[in-house]
């Protein structure tokens, strides 16, 4: 089964939980203070190598070409 992080939008609590396929779309409740109101965070690793590359490239070129050169 996948490990997928929530972030609770009441607390800011971020929780990882195991999340079966039949039950992906369930509210997850945060550990924290027992809220539902929680929403499932991307892969961290993903979205911070993403956003590192795409901030650099947007100050120094445009179309961020600069890394493949
Ligand atoms: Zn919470």
């Given at each position: 089964m996948p490990l997928y992080e929530y972030d609770c939008q009441d607390c800011g609590e971020r929780f990882e939980t195991l999340v079966s396929a039949r039950g992906k779309d369930d509210a997850k409740k945060c550990?924290?203070?027992g809220s539902e109101a929680t929403t499932r965070a991307l892969s961290t690793f993903a979205v911070g190598t993403a956003s590192k590359r795409s901030d650099a490239c947007a100050t120094c070129c445009p179309g961020g070409t600069c890394g493949l050169q």
């Open positions: 550990p924290g203070c």
